[in-house]
């Protein structure tokens, strides 16, 4: 019994990280703990807002920050949630059940979903705030969605990563 409440400790205190910063490309402070990485490939995304990037980053298992593009989050009324979460699954063609879209057509593809509540990486426009997913530019999606897998971390921050992805994406020409 004692395993199994230590086990729901450990995935809730993942989930509802109030404010998750980066110390380093792998290490993240969140709830008065650091969260080390190292030796796991994992996404961070600092969403846009005040002192954050707007991008997401992938980070290989070296810790090496291999490939950025600009993001949206959450509109003010859709706060995309912070914490240091486990991606669930992958859905190629979805279409959201509370924000489908008019034309029919699907409005969420490329899907990496990491809540139980619906929230995802996701093929959107980057021109626009979304309903509390994150909207990866067309051109950047299919790439993070081919590399991801189930299980894979993925960090959400409202500070900025930048200052520990520059070296590395100076190193491959990402700007």
Known sequence: MTKILWTIFLINSFIYADKVIPISVTEFK????TINLKGQEFIVISVRERGSDGRFYAVDRDGIVWWSGA???GADDFKTPSGIYTAKYKKRYHMSGE????DGVNNMDFSIFFTN???ALHKGSTDWMSHGCIHIDPKEIETIYKWAYPGMKIIITKESYMPFARKDLVRFNIK
């Open 30 to 33: 969140t709830d008065g703990k």
């Open 117 to 119: 509540r619906g929230h």
């Open 99 to 102: 924000n489908p879209s008019n």
């Open 71 to 73: 993001i949206t989050s």
